[in-house]
């Protein structure tokens, strides 16, 4: 109990100091207000407009889970009326991919399909975009998979697929329950996955689909860094021994291009296709079915994290080093013979007084800067409630581990300007040649796994999905670590600091 109160003392004592020194007090302000500011300037800095008469970017389908999604495909379908099941043969997979040209007039083309470009069976809700589904598909380097709700994937046999060597699908409905199988001669069958839809409704459409994602191409550039560009690209599957079970709608199969991309004069751009021949199915798509990674993130907003960073840093510094300048450590000292015990006041109250500025200068930025961005036509990939907390409070938490970390060298070097260049170096510095495209994206990323800048990966609102083709490099917001994994990188080099900075506390002289 007694320990509990001579720690309270120091901590408000600690806390006192820095509130009367008006410059400390004036530069916290200062971090907040240069965060927020910032943020705003680069958002009213980035226009987004669309062509047409209206200029007005089209609505982006949101799946079932909230997140953004491109749900664009070519789908032969008829209506499933309660539990049921289909099954086809698929006897070949093609595509063609468009080469870059530096002629736009003159387009090359060769033959040939994406690692992702996907083919297969599915079930889907209905013919809104963004609508539950599950699907079994064989894809174009990553073998046989089930998919659904756009976040979802589960792999099955690895292998492409050719006449010789034809792969079947089968998917079947019970109730909300829809389960993938795979077989190579379609009489043994194996089980790929399962997917529980909740909420479906008693009538859903059943068929085949294909799609093709563009051909990414990421070039490395001359001095590191890296960019990526997407071509089009186009992937067409044969069926056969197409078998419906369960209450399924007569007629003709309805063909639909999903989400397909119109012309000024109306037409369709890249348009799918289907040929029926006697019990043979040939099915073309573009586009694909997947989460969208294509807009403005809520990080976005965060640009002035970086300044405010270094005003933050300057502050903790001299929070330890003023009293070493002007000879008050030793009265600080006496005042708590137990060193550690003081210095952890001391960062505690550094700590929080960073916490609360940073959170308030983090809501601000998210809050005010997502306005300005979406008032200037951006649309911003939307995220879960938790999610936004998340980047918010947790860059708040960033700003106090950095503030912390900054207090522990001071102690070390006892000097304003040193402590402060070894603070930048430490933690702004990597996050810079990390993200600025100056080194290449391997170099980047352990840079973004071993530093205190690691903890940066806490902004990151958009995780990477495996069975999304990307450019997941740090320049393009990614991060090699979690969320949470990298700020505990952070976290833990503060901790670290901070018992180094104690341990050599006792042993020096004030």
């Given at each position: 109990?007694?320990?509990?109160?001579?720690?309270?003392?120091?901590?408000?004592?600690?806390?006192?100091?820095?509130?009367?020194?008006?410059?400390?007090?004036?530069?916290m302000?200062?971090?907040?207000?240069?965060?927020?500011?910032?943020?705003?300037?680069?958002a009213?800095?980035?226009?987004?407009?669309?062509?047409?008469?209206?200029?007005?970017?089209?609505?982006?389908?949101?799946?079932?889970?909230g997140?953004?999604?491109?749900?664009?495909?070519?789908?032969?379908?008829r209506?499933?009326?309660?539990?049921?099941?289909?099954?086809?043969?698929?006897?070949?997979?093609?595509?063609?991919?468009r080469?870059?040209?530096?002629?736009?007039?003159?387009?090359?083309?060769?033959?040939?399909?994406?690692?992702?470009?996907?083919?297969?069976?599915?079930?889907?809700?209905?013919?809104?975009?963004?609508?539950?589904?599950?699907?079994?598909?064989?894809?174009?380097?990553?073998?046989?998979?089930?998919q659904?709700?756009?976040?979802?994937?589960?792999?099955?046999?690895?292998?492409?697929v050719?006449?010789?060597?034809?792969?079947?699908?089968?998917?079947?409905?019970?109730g909300?329950?829809?389960?993938?199988?795979?077989s190579?001669?379609?009489?043994?069958?194996?089980?790929?996955?399962?997917?529980?839809?909740?909420?479906?409704?008693?009538?859903?459409?059943?068929?085949?689909?294909?799609?093709?994602?563009g051909?990414?191409?990421?070039t490395q550039?001359d001095f590191?860094?890296?960019?990526?560009?997407?071509?089009?690209?186009?992937?067409?599957?044969v069926f056969?021994?197409?078998?419906?079970?369960?209450?399924?709608?007569?007629?003709a199969?309805?063909?639909?291009?999903?989400?397909?991309?119109?012309?000024?004069d109306?037409?369709?751009h890249?348009?799918?296709?289907?040929?029926?021949?006697?019990?043979?199915?040939t099915?073309?798509?573009?586009?694909?079915?997947?989460?969208?990674?294509?807009?403005?993130?809520?990080?976005?907003?965060?640009?002035g994290?970086?300044t405010?960073?270094?005003?933050?840093?300057?502050?903790?510094?001299?929070?330890?080093?003023?009293?070493?300048?002007?000879?008050?450590?030793?009265?600080?000292?006496?005042?708590?013979?137990?060193?550690?015990?003081?210095?952890?006041?001391?960062a505690?109250?550094i700590?929080?007084?960073?916490?609360?500025?940073?959170?308030?200068?983090?809501?601000?930025?998210?809050?005010?800067?997502g306005?300005?961005?979406?008032?200037?036509?951006?649309?911003?990939?939307?995220?879960?409630?938790?999610?936004e907390?998340?980047?918010?409070?947790g860059?708040?938490?960033?700003?106090?581990?950095a503030?912390?970390?900054?207090?522990?060298?001071?102690?070390?070097?006892?000097?304003?300007?040193?402590?402060?260049?070894?603070?930048?170096?430490?933690?702004?510095?990597?996050?810079?040649?990390?993200?600025?495209?100056?080194?290449?994206?391997?170099?980047?990323?352990?840079?973004?796994?071993?530093?205190?800048?690691a903890?940066?990966?806490?902004?990151?609102s958009?995780?990477?999905?495996?069975?999304?083709?990307?450019?997941?490099?740090?320049?393009?917001g990614?991060?090699?670590?979690?969320?949470?994994?990298?700020l505990?990188?952070?976290?833990?080099?503060?901790?670290?600091?901070?018992?180094?900075?104690?341990?050599?506390?006792?042993?020096?002289?004030?």
């Amino acid at each position: 109990m007694r320990t509990t109160v001579l720690f309270a003392r120091l901590l408000r004592a600690e806390w006192t100091k820095f509130r009367t020194v008006r410059g400390w007090v004036l530069a916290m302000a200062a971090a907040a207000l240069v965060t927020v500011l910032l943020g705003l300037l680069s958002a009213s800095g980035s226009h987004q407009s669309c062509g047409g008469a209206s200029g007005v970017c089209p609505a982006v389908p949101v799946g079932p889970d909230g997140e953004a999604v491109e749900d664009k495909f070519y789908f032969v379908h008829r209506p499933l009326d309660g539990d049921g099941s289909i099954t086809v043969r698929v006897t070949s997979m093609t595509g063609q991919i468009r080469l870059p040209d530096a002629n736009p007039a003159n387009r090359r083309v060769i033959s040939g399909v994406v690692p992702w470009a996907k083919a297969g069976i599915m079930i889907k809700e209905s013919m809104k975009q963004g609508s539950a589904y599950a699907a079994v598909m064989i894809t174009g380097k990553h073998g046989v998979r089930m998919q659904h709700d756009f976040t979802h994937d589960v792999a099955g046999r690895p292998g492409g697929v050719s006449k010789q060597s034809p792969r079947w699908l089968r998917l079947t409905r019970s109730g909300e329950e829809l389960t993938g199988y795979e077989s190579t001669d379609g009489r043994q069958w194996s089980q790929v996955g399962t997917a529980r839809l909740t909420g479906l409704p008693a009538t859903v459409q059943v068929g085949l689909f294909a799609a093709s994602p563009g051909d990414l191409t990421v070039t490395q550039g001359d001095f590191g860094g890296s960019s990526a560009a997407s071509r089009f690209a186009e992937a067409t599957a044969v069926f056969d021994q197409v078998s419906l079970q369960g209450p399924v709608g007569g007629g003709a199969w309805r063909p639909d291009d999903v989400g397909v991309t119109l012309n000024p004069d109306g037409s369709a751009h890249h348009p799918g296709g289907f040929k029926e021949s006697g019990s043979t199915y040939t099915v073309t798509g573009v586009g694909d079915i997947a989460p969208l990674s294509d807009g403005r993130q809520i990080e976005n907003t965060l640009t002035g994290v970086l300044t405010g960073l270094i005003v933050v840093i300057v502050v903790a510094v001299m929070f330890i080093t003023a009293e070493y300048r002007r000879g008050l450590i030793r009265t600080t000292l006496l005042a708590g013979p137990r060193r550690g015990r003081t210095l952890a006041a001391k960062a505690l109250a550094i700590g929080t007084v960073t916490f609360v500025a940073g959170l308030a200068a983090t809501t601000a930025a998210v809050t005010f800067g997502g306005q300005v961005l979406r008032a200037n036509g951006n649309y911003i990939l939307p995220v879960t409630a938790f999610t936004e907390l998340r980047v918010v409070v947790g860059t708040a938490v960033l700003f106090a581990a950095a503030a912390v970390l900054a207090l522990a060298v001071g102690t070390l070097f006892r000097r304003s300007v040193p402590s402060v260049i070894a603070a930048i170096l430490v933690i702004v510095v990597p996050y810079i040649l990390a993200t600025a495209s100056i080194l290449p994206s391997g170099a980047a990323q352990w840079l973004l796994r071993l530093t205190p800048a690691a903890g940066f990966a806490i902004q990151q609102s958009i995780p990477e999905y495996a069975h999304v083709l990307g450019n997941y490099a740090p320049s393009a917001g990614y991060y090699p670590l979690a969320p949470w994994a990298g700020l505990a990188v952070l976290c833990g080099y503060a901790a670290l600091a901070l018992g180094l900075a104690a341990f050599q506390l006792r042993r020096r002289d004030a």
